[in-house]
């Protein structure tokens, strides 16, 4: 099993930008990809970049390059940068996990994490 746990969410005022953290632990980590999808309310689960296990291929998600930023620290740790926040970016952020090749389709993520809140209010 994986475990992932998610932080650095929080209020942010529009144009504001959060850098989210997400650590993996439990099995090995060789070949374990992440990525980050988010869930707005009432809206379903949309993918927002992954990257590789070695961090050498990344993959974003339609209107997703610019704003967002997927990167890997050299352990257990993957990284979303958000930039100039919007009104359409209040959501939970979820980090999820998978062995092998990175892509955008939900399903193919077989661990994820608890979630941490995005929220942009002036």
């Known amino acids: 099993q994986v475990q992932l746990v998610e932080s650095g969410g929080g209020l942010v005022q529009p144009g504001g930008s959060l850098k989210l953290s997400c650590v993996a632990s439990?099995?090995?980590?060789?070949?374990?990809?992440t990525a980050w999808f988010r869930q707005p309310p009432g809206q379903e689960r949309e993918f927002v970049a992954a990257?590789?296990?070695?961090?050498?291929?990344t993959h974003y998600g339609d209107s997703m390059t610019g704003q967002f930023t997927i990167s890997r620290d050299l352990e257990n740790t993957v990284y979303l940068q958000i930039d100039n926040l919007n009104a359409e970016d209040p959501a939970v952020y979820y980090c999820?996990?998978?062995?092998?090749?990175?892509?955008?389709?939900?399903?193919?993520?077989?661990?994820w994490g608890q979630g941490t809140q995005v929220t942009v209010s002036s």
């Open positions: 439990g099995r090995t980590f060789n070949n374990l990809a």
């Open positions: 999820a996990a998978k062995y092998g090749s990175i892509g955008g389709d939900l399903r193919e993520w077989n661990y």
């Open positions: 990257i590789s296990w070695g961090g050498g291929a």
